[in-house]
């Protein structure tokens, strides 16, 4: 199950340390979107606009 926080942290664990990655081809379409994983826990989460961290537990997706 997806899951949808508000807030820069890691949907997973909550932490705040996180590194940039490159996005997938279908995210460039998502107008403020910023891609990253955390370093604590791996969990990769898409950003957007800094408000919203969306994070699927189903490894990358496209
Ligand atoms: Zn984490």
Redesign the pocket.
């Known amino acids: 199950m997806a899951i949808l926080i508000s807030g820069k942290t ?6 705040m340390d ?1 590194q940039r990655i490159r996005r997938s081809f279908w995210m460039r379409f998502l107008p403020g979107s910023k891609y990253y994983i ?6 990769k989460f898409l950003s957007i606009f800094e408000l919203y961290s969306f994070y699927w537990p189903f490894g990358a997706v496209a």
Not at 10 to 15: E, M, Q, R, T
């Open positions: 890691c949907p997973k664990c909550k932490g996180r955390c370093e604590h826990c791996n969990a």
